[in-house]
């Protein structure tokens, strides 16, 4: 059987990493996972903000079909809530996974809905270490609402005050030495909070006043901190292949590492525009580095389109594993391009958000984008900077795109008029447009 690690950074930008061509030497050890496996070029995430996106991720079908991912940000406002968050009663990855004899766990960021109603060990996980929220102090532990938010299998947990990267890279290490020496099959979610703020890095040695006063530290962070992050989370994903390889199980488990949506304020996302919460390129697109030296053919790149949800597919695809038929996914299964890279496959993908009221769709090369009351025509194949609007050229297009938009939004549940969704963000909070 094969094993499954799925690690996800938290705000990373599509060119951060060297081999997504970043300019600054961060992630050695990503590159050689990149130079081992397969490197998708047009790799998105089902969101441009975060539990959306983690939404999608577990269920393998687009988040839109779930109450609890129209807000953004799920804060600790929604303790004890029984609506907003994921139902334990819902199929996800780690449940169905569970079922058919695999061991499963999440070490990092839930996200998804608080206690007592929601949370890891309801929802398909074996054990959990990490934070509820979307952001902590990477020392302290805390979140925005100041209060301690570092859990172990649902109790409160004592990091001891160590930097958050270092001590969930060493519980996903410690993980996977104990399935390699029992050897039964495993699922390991690896949620990094890196690089998403609040902006420290190892060598801070110890939580800091004014990090804990505003864990958003607007006025702080730089390029060269954000880099360093990315440098520590990187150091801690090279010793955890290392462990795999050591423990015998390395070609027979599958590593997928990606972004939960598009970069923040430091990050870099050339040669695409936008950011973090917007369906601009630079907001959804994000790498997708895939390592199985058993079927994915070393130092291979595919332009297949591929999304957040699809991973839950291909996992259980591999594992001969599915929810019943009343609950679809809506993702598709990436392992015949796993096993033949360079034959990709047509397929559309869609996307909306309240905030701005912006529309998404990418057809091949074509993307549709409304935002407001504008709306856009951009061939991604000539165009990825999305600059050169061609809607007047190409009407029919347009008007073909926009009714298949809308035929797939009825499809889709409307999103509640209460939810507060990315309108809690301020002005301050967004990245340059």
């Not at 008007?399 to 999103?415: C, K, L, Q, S, V």
Request: proline share 8%; net charge negative.
């Amino acid at each position: 059987m094969t094993n499954f690690i799925f690690i996800v950074a938290d705000d990373l930008g599509y060119a951060d990493l060297g081999c997504y061509g970043g300019r600054t030497p961060v992630s050695p050890c990503l590159d050689r996972m990149a130079r081992d496996g397969l490197r998708f070029t047009q790799g998105y995430s089902n969101s441009p903000v975060c539990s959306p996106t983690r939404f999608a991720m577990i269920t393998g079908r687009y988040q839109y079909q779930l109450r609890g991912a129209a807000e953004e940000p799920m804060t600790a406002r929604f303790y004890g809530s029984t609506e907003v968050g994921l139902p334990p009663s819902h199929p996800t990855l780690p449940s169905l996974l569970l079922g058919c004899g695999y061991r499963t766990a999440l070490i990092g960021k839930w996200h998804l809905g608080y206690p007592p109603h929601f949370g890891p060990l309801l929802s398909g996980y074996e054990q959990h270490l990490g934070p509820l929220s979307g952001g902590v102090s990477y020392f302290s532990h805390l979140d925005r609402e100041g209060k301690h938010d570092l859990v172990r299998n649902g109790e409160p947990a004592d990091g001891g005050g160590r930097y958050l990267t270092d001590l969930l890279s060493d519980e996903a290490v410690d993980y996977v030495r104990e399935r390699s020496a029992d050897r039964q099959p495993f699922l390991l979610s690896l949620h990094y909070t890196a690089p998403h703020w609040p902006w420290e890095t190892r060598g801070d040695g110890a939580a800091r006043p004014e990090v804990d006063a505003d864990i958003r530290h607007k006025d702080g962070g730089s390029i060269h901190v954000y880099q360093q992050m990315i440098r520590e989370m990187d150091e801690g994903i090279g010793r955890l292949l290392d462990a795999l390889d050591e423990g015998g199980i390395g070609e027979d488990t599958l590593v997928v590492f990606t972004s939960d949506n598009g970069g923040e304020r430091f990050s870099d996302n050339w040669p695409l525009v936008g950011g973090k919460m917007d369906l601009t390129e630079g907001g959804i697109r994000v790498p997708y580095i895939v390592r199985w030296p058993k079927v994915v053919p070393a130092g291979t790149v595919t332009r297949q389109h591929s999304v957040t949800m699809d991973w839950a597919v291909t996992m259980l695809d591999i594992a001969g594993a599915r929810p019943g038929p009343e609950v679809p996914l809506d993702g598709l299964s990436m392992l015949p391009v796993l096993r033949n890279p360079a034959m990709p496959f047509d397929r559309p993908l869609y996307w909306r958000m309240k905030y701005r009221r912006q529309k998404a769709m990418r057809d091949g090369p074509w993307k549709y984008l409304a935002i407001d009351d504008n709306e856009y025509l951009f061939d991604l194949s000539r165009d990825e900077r999305e600059r050169a609007n061609l809607g007047r050229r190409h009407p029919d297009r347009l008007a073909d795109m926009r009714r298949r938009y809308d035929e797939w939004n009825a499809t889709m549940a409307p999103i509640p008029d209460d939810a507060k969704s990315i309108l809690v963000y301020t002005e301050a909070d967004m990245p340059a447009r």
